[in-house]
């Protein structure tokens, strides 16, 4: 498996957690093999977590997603800010190329960075899924990690980061 093609197991991290992440945790942990890079990041989530009641992840992901959030897990706020309009465009082209390749959104916007990581990993044109690394998931990903200081969310964005 290809490095942008695990995107998408990384990105199973981004949801509002409903159980503990140890076991997808340890399923992830054979992606991270021969890069010691993605295997420290991976460390340093499952660190972060260890200690961590599923309450206490829930409550930790609200503050830094959700509720006033430090840093939204939507690209396009983090690319357009209040520019309606081309948020509005790049909301449109992700939609297309999601149903182009019958990704399910599940109830959320097409720019949900989680669907932005396997989006990443799904297209099967490496210039453009290299160009949603560059200009759109990396960028944006260094601001989410710079936003969430003293979250043990960084560590996942971290993760994704690396991954990228």
């Known amino acids: 498996m290809g490095r942008r ?11 509002y957690p409903l159980t503990n992440p140890d076991a997808l945790i340890a399923n ?24 961590l009641a599923l309450k206490d992840l829930q409550e930790g992901y609200t503050r830094a997603f959700d509720l006033m959030p430090a840093a939204p897990l939507y690209a396009g706020h983090h690319l357009f800010g209040e520019d309606t ?11 297309e190329a999601n ?8 109830g959320e916007l097409p720019d949900f960075i989680p669907h932005v990581l396997t989006l990443a990993a799904r297209l099967t044109d490496p210039v453009r899924a290299q160009l949603l690394l560059e200009e ?12 969430l200081q ?4 960084r560590t996942v964005v971290e993760l994704w980061l690396a991954a990228c």
């Open 5 to 15: 093609e695990r995107l998408a197991d990384f990105a199973r991290l981004g949801g």
């Open 28 to 51: 992830l942990i054979p992606l991270t093999e021969g890069n010691p890079h993605l295997c420290e990041a991976l460390s340093r989530v499952s660190l972060a977590f260890s200690d």
């Open 85 to 95: 309009q081309r948020r509005t465009q790049f909301l449109v082209r992700l939609q």
């Open 99 to 106: 149903l182009d390749l019958g990704l399910d959104l599940a």
């Open 136 to 147: 759109v998931l990396i960028p944006v990903l260094e601001k989410c990690v710079a936003a």
């Open 150 to 153: 003293g979250s043990p969310w």
